[in-house]
Nanobody
């Protein structure tokens, strides 16, 4: 299973970016996908997640009202629309997927860098 994230870049504070991530694998299906981020010198933290059954979403308090997660279960694709970006949103963003198997394995993408300038 491979996860490919894209959409990162350099943006000014107040700007927007849209991250995309697609999970590929011949028979891979997931129960949900999400985004994490890791800023320099800090631990990786969850940002947003979505479960396909019922469309339940989760957001970290720091991004509520600014970020929106969405996706397409049939395409194993997840998006993160990031608006009103702040310098503190600067981080490497990783997508993740949890497999729809008994073991519920987690898979990670390679990360995409988001830099927000002040």
């Amino acid at each position: 299973v491979q996860l490919q994230a894209s959409g990162g870049g350099l943006v000014q504070a107040g700007g927007s970016l849209r991250l995309s991530c697609v999970a590929s694998g011949r028979t891979f299906t997931s129960i949900g996908m999400g985004w994490f981020r890791q800023a320099p010198g800090k631990e990786r933290e969850p940002v947003a997640a979505i479960t396909w059954s019922g469309g339940t979403t989760y957001y970290a308090d720091s991004v509520k009202g600014r970020f929106t997660i969405s996706g397409d279960n049939s395409k194993n694709t997840v998006y993160l629309q990031m608006n009103s970006l702040k310098p503190e949103d600067t981080a490497v963003y990783y997508c993740a997927a949890r497999s729809n198997t008994r073991t519920r394995d987690d898979y990670w993408g390679q990360g995409t860098l988001v830099t927000v300038s002040s």
